[in-house]
């Protein structure tokens, strides 16, 4: 059945891999159970609820992702949209969370009809194949990035906006140990390096935490039996709310879809250039299905009452260990399902300390891509290094996106090649234009 759902032995993989690469992807992305809850209940949303809605929307959409588009990339509510929600709309905006989910919704029903109508994929492959190759090294510098920010390595700093952190914490002790010991295996090449590897500084971890040592996790319980969900519905109460001002809402929405749509190109093309997704043209194979598994989790996860669930680009953890199907998402679904019962368990393994290492490894991995960009041409080179160096400065993929395709088009306009450049990629940087206006 397995083989018949997923075609194992065509894309060369077992089960046993695909699991490995579920779980490994799962406990890179475990950290949101914690982080969202706690973000989006600032709006006066219950917390539990959206842990609920956060691990349920969770679960569906991977589950969903690896069913219909055999892809394995897991699915959950997106960091920096969920501050999107948060603050920008809710805490500044003045709305309410029930008018923000509306928000989340009408963005969601409009990524459906845009991906089965095929607009989405016209899009992705639109974007040159050497720009899609930046945008996968960019994107394995900022999961680098975010893994050294939340372990503690690298910290804020008045004089030179960052800074290295104090290697007296334990818990940074603990990610540098798991940096080393999981590129030690990876230059050994043992099988599943970043899982062991994720795997042996957690077991160090939980011995430090047991012993006493500071900022280590314990384990408090272990079984759960709430599972009360207040949120679910509540977008229904927010659209007379969200539309009374029209021109407002435009712009919550649009904010919304630019995000969301731009993080998951990223991640799918990202993820596509890693298992060998992609087509000698630079298009990704059979991505219709993955763009509409993505929009339908986002109007899943705005009814369960969950901020946009997007793509994760932390899935690279899986397919650096050998993920290749939607046997690995489905696997990380499994895992949000199982940890409705047992949260205690896995928010006390997921750590930043603990996921840290799988991060800048992959990162490391995913950079590789920079050797497959011409970097003798010019175009080629100022996109390509505009796009890295944004979405590391700026925080964001989609930003990095936005201003690697302008640096590219204006490149492209001053070599006297502007005919070359596809329509669509025109239309894309009238867009980012304008979000960036709205932004400012």
Not at 34 to 46: I, K, R, S
Not at 96 to 120: D, K, N, P, Y
Not at 199 to 223: K, Q, R, S
Request: proline share 2%; glycine share 12%.
């Amino acid at each position: 059945m397995l083989e018949k759902l997923f075609h194992l032995k065509e894309k060369n993989t077992t089960v046993k891999t695909e699991i490995i690469a579920g779980l490994t992807t799962f406990l890179a992305m475990a950290y949101i159970l914690g982080v969202n809850p706690g973000m989006l209940a600032q709006t006066g949303m219950d917390l539990h609820s959206v842990f609920m809605a956060t691990a349920v929307s969770a679960a569906f959409a991977s589950i969903l992702m690896g069913l219909i588009a055999n892809y394995p990339v897991a699915l959950a509510a997106g960091m920096g949209v969920n501050a999107l929600f948060t603050f920008n709309v809710c805490l500044v905006g003045g709305f309410s969370w029930q008018a923000a989910l509306a928000a989340v919704f009408v963005s969601g029903v409009i990524f459906v009809i845009i991906s089965v109508t095929g607009i989405r994929k016209v899009i992705i492959n639109a974007i040159p194949k050497q720009l899609k190759l930046a945008i996968g090294a960019g994107i394995g510098f900022f999961i680098a990035f975010v893994g050294l920010k939340n372990a503690g390595i690298i910290i804020a700093n008045e004089s030179t906006f960052v800074g290295i952190g104090s290697f007296k914490e334990p818990t940074v002790l603990l990610a540098i140990f798991g940096i080393l010991i999981t590129v030690a295996l990876l230059a050994k090449k043992v099988p599943a390096a970043v899982f062991i590897g994720m795997v042996i500084t957690a077991l160090i971890g939980l011995i430090c935490g047991f012993a006493g040592v500071e900022g280590m996790p314990t384990i408090d319980g272990v079984i759960t039996t709430d599972f009360s969900m207040n949120t679910v519905g509540g977008f229904m109460d927010g659209f007379g709310e969200l539309f009374a001002d029209p021109g407002q809402a435009f712009i919550i929405i649009f904010s919304f879809l630019f995000v969301d749509f731009f993080d998951t190109a990223g991640t799918l093309v990202a993820v596509a250039n890693r298992v060998g997704l992609v087509n000698e043209k630079g298009e990704l194979d059979n991505v219709e299905r993955a763009l509409l598994a993505d929009a339908i989790g986002t109007v899943a996860g705005a009814a369960l009452g969950t901020s946009t669930v997007t793509s994760f680009v932390e899935s690279t953890s899986g397919v650096e260990v050998g993920g290749r199907t939607g046997l690995t998402a489905v696997t990380t679904g499994i895992m949000f399902l199982l940890s409705i019962f047992i949260s205690p368990i896995i928010l006390s393994l997921a750590t930043n300390a603990v996921t840290a290492p799988a991060l800048v490894v992959v990162g490391i991995l995913m950079a590789q891509q920079l050797g497959g960009i011409d970097w003798d041409d010019f175009v080629f080179a100022t996109a390509g290094f505009i796009t890295v160096i944004a979405m590391i400065l700026t925080y964001s993929i989609s930003n990095g996106i936005a201003l690697g395709f302008i640096a590219y088009t204006v490149a492209m306009l001053a070599s006297g090649k502007a005919k070359e450049v596809n329509w669509i990629v025109w239309v894309l940087v009238i867009i980012f234009i304008a979000y960036f206006g709205f932004l400012i």
